[in-house]
């Protein structure tokens, strides 16, 4: 008997607009967005799981006092500080397919990217990418490095201390890359291996992964 293929495809269309100058680039929410069958505390807009800690480091950072709840008002919310800070969304996985119905990365097969390349070309005030997360398989800068191989376009390092930041030209603009420390519960442990990480937490007890985060996040936000 064959397995089921869940085709787990992206529920929301890049959140572009003219004057954004930054873009975080993520994979796919998990496939209940795709669904429809949201939880209590999801907000039904990108990073909208109520699991997910992008938004809640962003609200420290910020002092956003964000609603946490699937209503109009939160994504309002949301639309309004993006647009603010000039930040915009477009995720690179426009599809894959899943014999696991779950969140992983990994488990993503026969992947569709989205052109990330064009809409950058279509949005002239992008100077940089915020990836949730490194080159590790089937994460952003992973899939990203795949497209500009497509493009015959080469990322440069600028630092390769975590986290990793990199350049590439496209026609006369050079486009920075910050691979952040990714904002879910399954990075924790990958924090917690950080030297960086451990003598912050030796010098305070209390210190923890969302703290690491919105220290690192603070700076290219």
């Not at 940089?128 to 997360?133: A, E, M, N, S, V």
């Not at 590439?168 to 924090?191: E, H, M, W, Y």
């Amino acid at each position: 008997m064959t397995k089921k293929i869940f085709l787990h495809t992206h529920p929301y269309k890049p959140f572009l607009f003219q004057e954004a100058t930054k873009l975080i680039v993520g994979t796919l929410p998990p496939p209940r967005f795709t669904t429809g069958a949201l939880k209590e505390g999801d907000v039904n807009f990108c990073y909208g799981s109520r699991d997910g800690q992008l938004w809640p480091i962003l609200d420290r950072i910020f002092e956003l006092d964000l609603l946490f709840e699937t209503s109009d008002a939160a994504i309002a919310q949301r639309k309004d500080f993006l647009k603010r800070q000039k930040i915009g969304v477009c995720d690179i996985v426009e599809s894959a397919e899943r014999i696991k119905i779950d969140a992983s990365d990994l488990g993503m097969q026969n992947i569709q990217l989205r052109n990330v390349i064009g809409y950058l070309k279509q949005y002239p005030n992008v100077d940089t990418l915020l990836f949730t997360g490194g080159n590790s398989k089937n994460g952003p800068e992973y899939f990203f490095r795949k497209h500009l191989k497509d493009h015959n376009i080469k990322l440069e390092v600028l630092s390769d201390i975590v986290p990793r930041i990199h350049q590439f030209q496209l026609g006369d603009r050079c486009i920075k890359t910050v691979s952040l420390t990714a904002p879910s519960v399954a990075a924790n442990r990958a924090v917690g291996g950080l030297d960086a990480y451990k003598m912050m937490k030796s010098k305070n007890p209390e210190f923890n992964t969302i703290d690491f985060r919105v220290l690192q996040y603070r700076q290219f936000f």
